[in-house]
């Protein structure tokens, strides 16, 4: 399994925006699917942003489409989340994830290895 470790969470006021950022141990991304999932208070946690290199592909949330953007650096070993217009209802947990394979996906079934999570709040 992987090690994946978040950063860049916090409090930012509706319309604003937040990078997340996800150290992965072992780079795999060219092997493994990594992908952006959050869980808010009461909620399952969902997908909201997967990238798969080795078929070149990302896939987006209905509710972060064009306003999210995932991606890497591989000199980092790093995945990042940009978050812009964020709002309210953006609030929660966010993890970052390993893939079980190289395809793209928003199914935490689909994963297995996950990160301590970052909390983002949007508030006024």
């Known amino acids: 399994q992987l090690q994946l470790v978040e950063s860049g969470g916090g409090l930012v006021q509706p319309g604003g925006s937040l990078r997340l950022s996800c150290a992965v141990s072992r780079f795999t991304l060219d092997y493994r699917a990594i992908a952006w999932f959050r869980q808010a208070p009461g909620k399952e946690r969902a997908g909201v942003a997967c990238?798969?290199?080795?078929?070149?592909?990302?896939a987006y949330a209905d509710s972060v489409k064009g306003r999210f953007t995932i991606s890497r650096d591989n000199a980092k070993n790093t995945v990042y989340l940009q978050m812009n217009s964020l709002k309210p209802e953006d609030t929660a947990v966010y993890y970052c994830a390993g893939g079980r394979g190289r395809l793209c996906s928003l199914d935490r079934t689909d994963f297995d290895s996950w990160g301590q999570g970052t909390q983002v709040t949007v508030s006024s």
């Open positions: 990238l798969s290199v080795t078929f070149a592909g990302t």
